[in-house]
Nanobody, 116 residues
Framework: VQLQASGGGLVQAGGSLRLSCTASGIIFSINHVGWYRQAPGKQRELVASITSVGRTNYTDSVKGRFTISRDNIKNTIYLQMNSLKPEDTAVYYC???????????WGQGTLVTVSS
């Protein structure tokens, strides 16, 4: 199983980025998949997730700004991030499944830097 994350970069506050995470060896559409982030000196946190039936959840700090979605044909999940803030600066990871499991898979992480 491999998860390949991409799309990070440097953006000014108020800007947008779209992250992608493509999987091989596991099917996203039958799993609960999430985007996490870890800022310097902070614990990794769940930012957004999408269930097998398409239900989405967001941490309060990104509600209304971030959107998680899934392309079943491409076996890819996305995180559209709008109105970015400096506090969104972090390494972003995709993970499946979101639930505690004996088999958990992480993407390699993609760095998002938001300048003020």
């Amino acid at each position: 199983v491999q998860l390949q994350a991409s799309g990070g970069g440097l953006v000014q506050a108020g800007g947008s980025l779209r992250l992608s995470c493509t999987a091989s060896g596991i099917i996203f559409s039958i799993n609960h998949v999430g985007w996490y982030r870890q800022a310097p000196g902070k614990q990794r946190e769940l930012v957004a997730s999408i269930t097998s039936v398409g239900r989405t959840n967001y941490t309060d700090s990104v509600k209304g700004r971030f959107t998680i979605s899934r392309d079943n044909i491409k076996n890819t999940i996305y995180l559209q991030m709008n109105s970015l803030k400096p506090e969104d600066t972090a390494v972003y990871y995709c993970k499946v499944p979101v639930e505690l499991s004996s088999r958990t898979y992480w993407g390699q992480g993609t760095l998002v830097t938001v300048s003020s």
